[in-house]
């Protein structure tokens, strides 16, 4: 089955970055569009960042201009490059390619 494996979540100060990086199996990265999204405590989940076979990068308002989303092809591996993070910005991250979910990482940007 595919597999999307997210990691490097964890506890930040506001203003201060923080990388996640989400693995792949089963399939490339490479082939096909991949996201970011986040889900808040007591909020939707909502999308953050995603990019396309071709590099095409795009960001949800929130975060664009803080927020970087690239990808390593040979290792099969998508990341998401968070900085100037603000308190808004808690929340579960998901790893996401059509119809396939990650399990989340929790970011957590508070003093």
């Known amino acids: 089955q595919v597999q999307l494996v997210e990691s490097g979540g964890g506890l930040v100060q506001p203003g201060g970055s923080l990388r996640l990086s989400c693995a792949a199996s089963?399939?490339?990265?490479?082939?096909?569009?991949m996201a970011w999204h986040r889900q808040a405590p007591g909020k939707q989940r909502e999308w953050v960042a995603s990019?396309?076979?071709?590099?095409?990068?795009n960001y949800a308002d929130s975060v664009k201009g803080r927020f970087t989303i690239s990808r390593d092809d040979a290792k099969n591996t998508v990341y998401l490059q968070m900085t100037s993070l603000k308190p808004e910005d808690t929340a579960v991250y998901y790893c996401?390619?059509?119809?396939?979910w990650g399990q989340g990482t929790q970011v957590t940007v508070s003093s």
């Open positions: 996401f390619k059509n119809g396939f």
């Open positions: 990019i396309t076979p071709g590099g095409d990068r």
């Open positions: 089963r399939i490339m990265v490479s082939a096909y569009t």
